[in-house]
Structure formats: C-alpha cells, structure tokens
C-alpha cells in the first residue's frame, strides 16, 4: 500500500533457514564487476493472490458492482487443485492478500458486523489495508460468514498440506476509521479504549486526536461515483477527530489523502518535533505484538508488514524479536521505499526481507518501456543493495503497480521475459510473482472506484479476465488460454523452477559480464545484459536481451578472473547447457539473441 489513494504495500523448496551472518560479514574483492557479499539462500519464490479476485468465476465486471453482481471469490475456492498447480510453478509461499477485516460497504450487520459508512470507506469492496479488526477475517472471502475463521484456518492447513508456506499482511500504521474489533480474545483490551481524548498525544494512547474539532469528509468524495453509497451524506460522525492514516493532523483531510484511514501512535510525538517516547513499552507496541502472536498461532509462516516505514524502527526492533520467540522461522517482510534507512530496517528493525521497488523494480519498468539502459541494473548491485542483496524482494507486479501488460506499462506481456528473468536469477533473495502476470493480465477498464489505471483493483468486486481463462470455472486447468497465454505461462513455469532448484541462482556469488563484454560489435550495452552465478558446485551464464525488435548475435566473453573466481580452467573447453530453453548443448558461447529473450546457461568442462 503506497499510493495515495490506495491506503488501507518458505522454504527454500525443501526447508529455509532465516540469514544469520551480520550484513557487514563480508569477503574483500578488488574487482569492479563483483561485490564482496556472501549470498544466503534467501530463494523464496512468492505467489501473491487476492482471495477476493483469485477464484472469482463471475465475468459481468459491472463498474461499481455489488457483490451479489460481480461476484467474490472465497477461501474455499482456492482448492487442491489450484494449490498443485501453484506448486508447479515453482512456488515455496502464497501470499494472501486481504485477510483481515476491512471496512467494506456491504452490510454484514445481520451477522453482527456493524456496517460501514460510504463517506469513509473506498470502493464498493473496500480497501484491504482499512483494517476494521485485527483478529477477524473478511466475512466477503467466506462461504459462510459465521463460519470464516474456520475456513481461513482451513485454508491454511490445505497450503501446508502441498509443501506451501503462508504469507498474510500485517498493516501496522493505520486502521479503519470503524475499527473496533468484536472478534479479539478474552481479556484483549480493544484499541483506543482507554485513550484519553482530551490529549492531542500521550504516550499511551493509541490514536493522535485533534481535540475540539469534528472530523470533516473531503466534499468532493464521491464513493460510487454516479451511484449513492451506503449512509453516504458526508456527515460521518468523529469527534475529538483523529489524525488520518498518511500523517495528516487535520480534521480535514483531503481527497487524496487515506482518508478513511487513522494513524496508529507507537510513541512519537509528530507535533513536538516527532519527540519519541518509547520508555516503558507503549501500549499500542503490546497490543499490536499480541495480534502478531495470534496469528502466528494460527500457523501463519510470515507477515508481509504494510508501509513499515511509517512505524518507527524502534517498534520493529522490540516485535519481531518478540514473534520469533512463538516461531523463530517466522517471515517478516517490509514493505519499503527509501534506501537511505535500507540498512537500518535489516540491522536494527530484524526485518528479515524488505521490497526492492525503487531500486531493480524501477529500472527494470524502465528498461521495458525502452526508457534507459542496463546500467539501471548495474546501480542497484554495485550501490543500492551491495552487501545485503540476498535480503530483497524482488517483483516486477503486485496490487500496487500496474500491470505489464497495460498500456499504462508495456503493453506486451512479453516484455517481461527478460526482466523477469532478471528479478530471478541477480541474487539470492526471494522473488515474486502476482496472480494473473503469468497469463498477461492487462487491467483493462474502470472498475469503479479505482478507475483507468493500468492496476487490477483491490477495492471493487471485479473478475479478472484473462486470470479467469487460467481460472476456467475452478478446473485450474488453463484451457481457455490462447497458445501466446500458454507459452508465457510455460515461460514462468520453467524460469521459476530453475531459479529454485539451481544452487547457483539459490545462493551463489554474482560476476557481470558487462565490462567484458562491451566492446564486442554485436554486444549492444543498452539492451544486452549479461552475469554469472555460481558456487563451487555449479556455475551458470544468464543473458537477456531486452530489445522489442532487434536480434542480436554476440559471441560472449567470460574473462580469466571470472573464470578465477568461478574455480574454473579458463584453458578448458566448456559445453553450455540452456536450463531455461532446453535444447542440444553449446559447444561455444556464440549466441543468437532473440528480441525480448533470456538464457541460462550451465556450464560444463568437455
């Protein structure tokens, strides 16, 4: 969850060990074209999914439609058959995506959920990370409402029986402006219950008020747009007002801001110069480690935490410690935008994994939309994650960035053969891939509240098309697909199962071929991108070619210190095995290099 608007963003395949060595536990080297980092097998590959939109079979994609209109897909829609097939893929983890109960505009008040008011809530759906009660499940996931946390916990259990790990978001910073839960334990003290909201701050509340002051709905919000929501009179009741989710003290936030959201108080003091208060313990840090030690109890194997950036640093130094006690496998993965407070969110925040978005991600959109060259990914190695890139996520989609395949990204799905292939294979860390990326899923239309944007929706009901055709009516079995679909899906299928099988990409050292490759006549910099892994076991070449339109046929070079530092006799003659496109062995590295294509190559002496 990063956008504006967009508020409430494992096993290694047989078993994973969270990294240990210090960050700073390094090898010294000279050499420009490597680090001196000592790679952990941190190969994660991640499956994310939206319950909600995953197993959906209604295709009516009526634009600010109901549930009963468009439909909602359940926990129990994700079978055994869909799980074998995400299996296939290659896949350690799922990542289920909107979980937790969240303010929502259908009424569950027959149920004993008290329903929500358009004015705060976004989408006819709602978004994922308003969080209405951090020990309860979406009533809209289950097939019988009373009956949710038995089927999520079902769902669970059916994960684990296919050798997958369970991921689930933890949204830390803000909750709904509904939030109470009636679902929490016995003897759990609801959030914000004994806040004194006479005080603008005091170290022990949980929310930050603006006493005297009424909360004030954004007039031009229109939460159906042509349509009148739920209790929609932009009169919402809340008083003393409470500062919104993205750091706003107004009573009245804007538009764009998350609105619908209110900011968590872990102890600091935003308007006395951000004054920490940290001395004892404060209770929204106890309260918010009793809901992670629930979950945990619920055999969940990691959290995905939602804008960890906007906690203090602090916080998550004292939780995760505190989680790992109950499951010291346990995941925690940050959400994360600024590379400056990269090192410390690892270090000090024990944060095991954090997203790799403005760094791989960005270049990589670049590179795709023929916008810069490779040296995009030579920065991110060499500079951004130099000496901890085993501990970066790695994504090219997921529920906060548009599509490939949208007009608003590439436009052609096929794109993302290289990119993808380099979000694999540079380093040792997880990868991740999002439902619907695998057949093309181009986002197309205004869903409702979300609009244009190139992103499939996480606040309206919605079926997304072409993930439907895989989807084939809960068959699993891809039959709709057009054979373009199919062989894009077959790419993901192979590149995925070698980037978690292959000892080299799992955990060995990183070597590019840039430099000595760059005055070749037919090695174009721009779109030509080449790299070794290896250990003492393995040694494998990737190369891509990120060019939409142009074949290149370079003869590569691999230099004596690569051949060195790879343990290997640069006097031998080597065959080339292609991991990733199977075929008859290369006896010599002259390749030809086919627009938007990817190799992986291993070697072998003759």
């Known amino acids: 969850m990063k956008k504006l608007l967009l508020a409430g963003g494992f096993l290694t395949l047989a078993a994973f060990s969270l990294p240990t060595p210090p960050l700073d536990d390094l090898h010294t080297t000279n050499d420009p074209n490597t680090t001196a980092e000592i790679p952990q097998d941190n190969k994660l590959v991640i499956y994310q999914l939206l319950p909600r939109l995953f197993g959906n079979k209604v295709a009516l994609n009526k634009p600010y439609g109901t549930i009963a209109e468009n439909g909602c897909g359940k926990f129990n829609d994700i079978t055994d058959q869909a799980l074998a097939e995400i299996k296939k893929m290659g896949v350690s983890h799922v990542w289920y995506t909107g979980v937790l109960e969240h303010a929502t505009m259908t009424d569950y008040s027959s149920h004993g959920i008290p329903a929500d008011d358009a004015d705060v809530v976004k989408g006819r759906a709602g978004s994922p990370y308003a969080i209405k009660d951090y020990y309860d499940v979406a009533p809209d996931l289950a097939v019988v409402v009373k009956n949710r946390m038995p089927e999520y916990e079902a769902l669970i259990k059916r994960t684990h029986n296919h050798g997958l790990k369970v991921l689930m978001d933890f949204i830390p910073n803000h909750v709904a402006r509904s939030y109470r839960s009636d679902a929490k334990p016995q003897g759990v003290v609801d959030l914000g219950a004994t806040d004194d909201k006479a005080k603008a701050f005091a170290p022990n509340n949980n929310f930050y008020y603006l006493p005297g002051k009424s909360f004030v709905v954004p007039a031009d919000y229109n939460p159906l747009g042509p349509l009148t929501g739920p209790a929609e009179n932009k009169k919402y009741t809340e008083n003393p007002a409470k500062a919104t989710g993205n750091d706003v003290f107004s009573e009245a936030p804007s538009i764009n801001d998350w609105f619908e959201t209110i900011k968590l108080n872990y102890g600091v003091d935003y308007q006395q110069g951000r004054k920490p208060h940290f001395a004892p313990v404060p209770d929204t840090w106890k309260k918010m480690r009793d809901i992670l030690v629930f979950w945990a109890g619920k055999n969940v194997d990691g959290f995905r935490c939602d804008m960890a950036e906007m906690v203090p640093v602090e916080f998550w130094a004292y939780v995760i410690p505190e989680v790992k006690k109950v499951n010291p496998n346990i995941v925690f993965i940050a959400e994360a935008y600024d590379p400056k407070v990269y090192k410390t969110y690892l270090d000090q925040g024990k944060f095991d994994f954090l997203y790799d978005k403005v760094g791989l991600y960005d270049g990589l959109r670049r590179l795709m939309r023929q916008e810069s060259s490779t040296e995009d990914i030579t920065r991110v190695w060499k500079e951004e994650s130099n000496g901890f890139s085993s ?78 055709k895989w989807l084939n009516q809960g068959k699993f079995d891809g039959a709709k697909l057009s054979p373009e679909q199919k062989s894009l899906r077959d790419f993901y299928r192979r590149l995925l199962n070698v980037t978690s099988s292959s000892e080299a990409i799992r955990k060995g050292r ?65 065959t080339y095995t292609d991991l990733l496109n199977p075929k008859q062995p290369l006896k010599t590295l002259k390749l030809t290099l086919a627009p938007l294509s990817a190799h992986v190559f291993e070697l072998k002496p003759q």
């Open 391 to 468: 501990r970066m996520l790695r994504f090219l989609e997921n529920h906060d960035e548009q599509r490939i395949a949208s007009k608003d990204f590439a436009t052609d799905p096929r794109r993302a053969i290289p990119a993808m292939t380099v979000t694999a294979t540079l380093a040792s860390g997880p990868v991740m891939l999002y439902f619907g990326q695998d057949v093309g899923e181009p986002a197309h239309g205004s869903e409702g509240f979300s609009g244009e944007d190139g992103r499939t929706t996480i606040f309206d009901y919605w079926g997304v098309p072409e993930h439907q």
């Open 510 to 574: 990183f070597y590019e071929l840039q430099d000595a490759n760059n005055l070749g006549k037919e090695y174009n910099q721009r779109h030509l991108y080449a790299y070794l892994r290896y250990t003492d076991k393995q040694q494998v070449l990737v190369v891509v070619n990120f060019s939409a339109d142009k074949t290149y046929r370079p003869v590569i070079n691999v230099p004596a210190e690569a051949m060195t530092a790879m343990g290997l006799d640069s006097k031998r003659f080597y």
